[in-house]
């Protein structure tokens, strides 16, 4: 499996941006999908997660009504809207893929950088 994430960038606070993730390699509506991300300076954290077929979502308490996070199983993408951005959300984002849990993912994207600055 191979993540290719994208989409990150600077912006101001309030401002919007939308990532994107492509996964190749398998079966993609075999997999929950997942975001994460790393703040300068601390540990990976959760961010969203979406289930096989897309019909459940989840989110961490920092980013619900602000993230949305999305699939297209035809395109094999998976998306995170990201608005109402805050200094704090500037991070890393990883994508990741599993085939079961989204706790400890199998698979990594390699990152796409957020910086949340005016």
């Known amino acids: 499996v191979q993540l290719q994430a994208s989409g990150g960038g600077l912006v101001q606070p309030g401002g919007s941006l939308r990532l994107s993730c492509v996964f190749s390699?398998?079966?993609?509506?075999?997999?929950?999908m997942a975001w994460f991300r790393q703040p300068p300076g601390k540990e990976r954290e959760f961010v969203a997660s979406i289930t096989w077929s897309g019909d459940s979502t989840y989110y961490a308490g920092s980013v619900k009504g602000r993230f949305t996070i999305s699939r297209t199983n035809a395109k094999n993408t998976v998306y995170l809207q990201v608005n109402s951005l805050k200094p704090e959300d500037t991070a890393v984002y990883y994508c990741?893929?599993?085939?079961?849990?989204?706790?400890?993912?199998?698979?990594w994207g390699q990152g796409t950088l957020v910086t949340v600055s005016s």
């Open positions: 990741a893929a599993d085939p079961n849990s989204i706790q400890d993912p199998d698979y």
């Open positions: 390699g398998r079966t993609f509506n075999s997999y929950v």
